[in-house]
């Protein structure tokens, strides 16, 4: 695995070092030992998928409150999505494109909240989340918060739940 450094202290784009061969490719996606030895959570505690049906599918931007603060890392497995990361302290932000093709993934520490838009649709997202999934910790920030001015992509009419609609901005 290749690690690339974002603007954002403590969030990589992690990079697959596909061997290929006749039969396709194989590729390390997860090694401990090399997220550790980079200063990176990581602990596994929990694997989810989100499955999105249509492109312009919209979720986020969500976080865990402390003491329950997750680190992810987020792939996309089938499709493309375009992958935000926020640090909730410099309200500053990272995105990039994740799809099958590119095998890219998109590792988020602690303290920053996490959200995506499906661009193509049947999009699937895989997250290796470091905490368990603890409903009254569970928080978030609005997709479209002027704070953050995140430039999401032109994606044509939005998919978004109630819940994230209902976010708080962080002013």
């Known amino acids: 695995m290749i690690f690339r450094p974002t603007d954002l202290p403590g969030c990589y784009v992690v990079e697959q070092e596909r061997h290929h061969d006749e ?11 090399d997220f550790a030895g980079r200063g990176l959570n990581a602990a596994v505690n929990q694997v989810s998928v989100s499955f999105n049906a249509r492109a312009g599918t919209l979720r986020g931007l969500h976080y865990q409150r402390a003491p329950h603060d997750e680190a992810k890392l987020v792939r996309c497995t089938r499709g493309r999505i375009f992958d935000v990361a926020v640090d909730l302290v410099s309200r500053r932000w990272t995105a990039v494109e994740l799809s099958e093709e590119n095998g890219l993934g998109l590792y988020i ?42 430039a999401w992509p032109e994606v044509g009419e939005l998919t978004i739940s109630e819940r994230d609609r209902s976010l708080p901005t962080l002013r």
């Open 109 to 150: 520490p602690e303290g920053f909240a996490h959200g995506f838009v499906t661009l193509a649709p049947a999009s699937e997202v895989l997250y290796l989340i470091s905490t368990p999934y603890v409903p009254e910790a569970s928080a978030g920030v609005r997709w479209d918060d002027p704070a953050l001015a995140v």
């Open 23 to 33: 039969r396709g490719y194989f590729a390390r996606t997860f090694a401990a030992d």
